[in-house]
């Protein structure tokens, strides 16, 4: 029989067999075809044609025959071996060459692995390359064909120059071959999705739909807040000529930064035949809003063009096209998280890294850039240059504080601590002169960082203000103010201690009211800050970061419809941040603003800000992922997992999500302990959870108040989520981490 690579059974009853040389070839084809666009097709070619060798094993070749039902009579073996096969041979007959190849070649199901034994446990690459040599004597006594075993394949020079940057040519390899693999398995199995993949409008069409969109939100009232967001759009489309490489822009809270930078990602693609924008967003929370206000740009086109890939999306906005492009980004606008984006950058897992190759030639926008983390930034930002220089990435950084991301910053001693990305051409018109246009709000500080308030004194101000957004800095802090304040008079709290959807609902009631002039106050932490367009005359800022206090301005009189200037109030809360990065940015900004004029959200301070913010940083790689990716990289030896283990933009430390029962929450988790974990109902889900850390389930578990269901923690007291705060764990003031959503 022909060796198989899979094999499937029609509705008659007839199996069909995925001839294995066949998939072999066309893994191979579709990999080098994703790989060209770097320079580096005969590499992804190669892997294509061994990365199943090993399924020519005769014991391969029974398990599938039992496994599938082709042949029941077939005694079945246990699962067999084979990736690490075409490894093997790969670094048999290609020597060092092949020794690479053989990280994606043993890692196409499980996972790019370690070279020595590692952290992240599983097998190592060099064990197995020693011990697994049998797997690879079975599948040539099988007698593949000779243009398997050898083909005419001559490996060009990569196209990069540095050991330090394998890693990374090696994961965008890795991400051709595993999506290659993919895509020919699902286009065999014919279960429909590969129906669902491609026909989206180019570029072209999508740049057509927004300048039609555009013409249309100018064409109403006139505003000088309109007609420096078209001022700033125009600099945009001009500048996009550029040749792709490193861009900012820097425009104050309210510039309208979203859609210029959009504007400018249609039209840079189209000039230089770029593939896609992909727009990274720090937040969860309010990745919708973006995500909607692009949506309604392209409203006219079909399919949809854009996708949101994140944790938090809402069923109902995913269709099965959109599910199927999220798997690898196939679309031609991704609205998607840091999380997601930079951790797909640095993982192992053939899932995660499928997407990355569909990230080359492309357009990628950083919102609210300076909200990257400082523990992080090195390998972040060498992620970012690698991008640019080797893959034609264009990389915005869109923000009104720019965090001196170009920097190379050295500790007292000259050491190398952090290597920056070198300058960024600007987007913007200039800078120093949109923030004096745009001067919406008059900025009053505390006399001295000595100078506290007392919660009541605050609540007591607020109460004096008929709409006003008071933002703190800890979850505690918005429910103790919250609870100050006159009830009757439209008193709202904003933190994630409530679910998304609960969120999403109270956003919602704010800009109703704002827009009714209705009486309002809000209680928030700084979830409200980084795009959610939000417009109070009056905002109150506890002290906090230099960028913080200047996104809280940014929901003060956001459209400049006041007769005079909005007010933004900052403020000494009780107690300083807890220690941590937040308090750091704190005691920054008290230097910056103890030495600064009275404009001390002017461009010229940030610089001052980050370097005294930076200064405090113990470690911008503070689970050593470059020293891990790097350190033997001229060798060809790599720790892809032990790396991927290590970087997580956000340490879970023990937390938990929990599912409560707000709103259609309680229905939904009926209807989980009915049906199961279904992919759908876990999409509703997941807008109905709350993060907990480690001590608060476990006690709110012991106390009965939550309850295991198979794998997930349910609330089970009705009492346990405030339909105001949201989920009210007994929590001491100062838990730690606690402190900023």
């Not at 990355?356 to 970012?384: C, K």
């Amino acid at each position: 029989m022909t060796a198989a690579a899979h094999v499937r059974q029609l509705a008659s009853g007839e199996f069909v067999v995925h001839a294995l040389e066949d998939h072999l070839l066309s893994v191979a084809r579709l990999a080098g075809e994703f790989a060209g666009i770097f320079d580096a097709g005969s590499w992804a070619e190669l892997s294509g044609i061994w990365h199943d060798l090993g399924k020519y094993q005769a014991t391969f070749q029974k398990y599938i025959a039992s496994a599938s039902g082709l042949d029941r009579h077939i005694e079945a073996p246990g699962r067999v071996k084979h990736a690490i096969a075409g490894a093997i041979h790969a670094a048999a007959a290609r020597g060092s060459h092949g020794q690479l190849l053989a990280y994606l070649i043993a890692g196409h199901h499980a996972g790019l692995p370690d070279w020595h034994p590692g952290e992240a446990g599983g097998a190592a690459l060099s064990q197995e390359l020693r011990d697994e040599r049998s797997t690879l004597a079975q599948a040539i006594a099988a007698g593949p064909p000779p243009g398997i075993l050898a083909p005419a394949i001559t490996l060009t020079r990569p196209g990069i120059h540095r050991a330090e940057d394998l890693h990374f040519w090696l994961r965008m390899l890795f991400s051709c071959l595993v999506d290659a693999d993919f895509l020919d398995t699902e286009e065999f199995m014919a279960d429909g999705r590969a129906e669902l993949r491609g026909a989206y409008p180019e570029v072209p069409a999508l740049g057509a739909a927004f300048s039609r969109h555009m013409a249309s939100q100018f064409a109403l009232a006139d505003t000088p807040v309109k007609r420096l967001r078209g001022e700033i759009l125009a600099s945009c489309l001009e500048r996009a000529a550029l040749p792709p490489g490193l861009f900012c822009l820097t425009v104050p809270t309210g510039g309208g930064k979203t859609l210029a930078s959009l504007g400018f990602a249609l039209q840079h693609a189209q000039r230089h035949g770029l593939r896609r924008i992909i727009y990274v967003i720090p937040y969860t929370s309010i990745i919708e809003q973006t995500a909607d206000v692009f949506r309604g740009v392209f409203a006219d086109l079909q399919p949809m063009p854009v996708i949101e890939h994140h944790s938090n999306l809402e069923a109902a906005k995913e269709t099965a096209r959109s599910r199927t492009a999220c798997e690898n980004w196939d679309a031609p606008i991704v609205v998607t998280t840091n999380v997601q984006f930079f951790e797909s950058l640095y993982a192992a897992r053939p899932s995660r890294c499928r997407k990355l190759h569909n990230i080359a030639n492309s357009v990628v926008i950083l919102d609210e850039a300076q909200l990257l983390p400082p523990e992080h930034l090195a390998p972040i930002l060498d992620a970012l240059r690698q991008l640019t220089e080797h893959y034609r990435v264009s990389v915005v950084l869109s923000t009104a504080t720019q965090p001196e991301l170009h920097k190379t910053r050295s500790d007292a001693f000259g050491r190398l601590q952090l290597q920056g990305l070198g300058a960024a051409r600007e987007l913007a018109p200039d800078p120093a002169r949109l923030y004096q246009q745009l001067q919406r709000v008059r900025l009053t500080l505390p006399e001295s960082p000595q100078q506290r308030c007392s919660w009541p004194d605050i609540a007591a101000e607020l109460a004096e203000h008929e709409r006003v957004l008071c933002i703190v800095n800890r979850r505690d802090d918005a429910a103790l103010l919250w609870g100050l304040l006159p009830q009757r008079e439209g008193a709202l709290h904003l933190s994630a201690r409530m679910c998304g959807a609960h969120r999403a609902e109270v956003i919602a009631t704010i800009r109703r009211r704002l827009a009714a002039k209705e009486p309002l106050r809000v209680v928030s932490t700084q979830l409200v800050e980084a795009g959610v367009d939000l417009d109070f005359p009056v905002v109150y800022r506890a002290m906090a970061g230099l960028d913080s206090i200047a996104q809280a301005a940014g929901r003060c009189n956001r459209e400049g419809r006041l007769p005079q200037q909005g007010r933004v109030v900052v403020f000494n809360p009780p107690k300083p941040s807890p220690s941590g990065l937040l308090l750091k940015a704190e005691q920054a900004a008290e230097v910056v603003l103890a030495t600064s004029s009275c404009e001390s959200l002017a461009p010229q301070h940030f610089a001052a800000y980050f370097d005294h913010f930076y200064s405090g940083v113990n470690s911008y790689d503070k689970e050593r992922v470059l020293d891990l990716l790097q350190k033997d990289a001229a060798r060809g030896q790599i720790q892809f997992r032990s790396a991927a283990q290590g970087f997580r933009l956000i340490a879970d430390e023990g937390q938990c999500q929990v599912l409560v029962s707000w709103g259609e929450g309680r229905e939904l988790i009926e209807l989980l302990k009915q049906i199961g974990p279904k992919r759908e109902l876990m999409r509703k889900l997941q807008r109905h959870t709350v993060s907990l850390y480690e001590y608060q389930w476990k006690r709110l578990l012991a106390s009965g108040d939550l309850a295991w269901h198979q794998d997930f923690l349910i609330q089970t007291s009705d009492t346990l989520y405030d339909p105001a705060l949201g989920l009210l764990p007994e929590i001491p003031d100062y838990a730690p981490a606690s402190l900023v959503l």
